[in-house]
């Protein structure tokens, strides 16, 4: 069975679509239909969407594919964990103008917004290139 990935998903999939709530929420409040117009805010929670469905997917299929090759292992718990860890880091970071859009006053608590979606996305990557490095060697 595949247990940690399978959980992994149960976070990603509620978090897409508390996501996806987000911005149509904001689309019905600014009476606004597609696209962003110049509505930053919306530019920002559409990224913020966005980018964790292009990576949650992918990542997902991949590492319930280590998990059914090598069982429920630490290695297979541990990048759930990160990844489910690196995409929180991200949205929190995408959650703020400051982690979002260059700003010149990055004094403060502000930089944290930029320094946690920073974050989110090294270790969101890092954690899709050890999960593919681990499929391919479990093949070898």
């Known amino acids: 069975m595949v247990i940690y990935s399978a959980w992994l998903a149960a976070y990603l999939i509620v978090l897409q679509q508390v996501l996806m709530l987000t911005v149509g ?12 117009q110049d509505d930053i ?4 929670l559409v990224r913020r969407h966005g980018n964790l469905a292009e990576n949650a997917g992918i990542f997902i299929a991949s590492v319930a594919l280590l998990e059914i090759n090598t069982g429920s292992t630490r290695l297979v718990l541990s990048l759930c964990l990160i990844f ?53 060697i479990t093949l070898a």
């Open 25 to 36: 929420m904001h689309r019905t409040k600014k009476k606004q239909g597609m696209g962003v």
């Open 41 to 44: 805010t919306l530019e920002r």
């Open 84 to 136: 489910a860890i690196a995409r929180t880091l991200h949205m929190i970071g995408f959650s703020s103008p400051y982690g979002a859009y260059r700003i010149d006053d990055t004094v403060g608590s502000k930089i944290f917004f930029l320094i946690a979606r920073a974050m989110g996305a090294t270790i969101s990557a890092l954690s899709g290139i050890a999960c593919g490095f681990a499929i391919a």
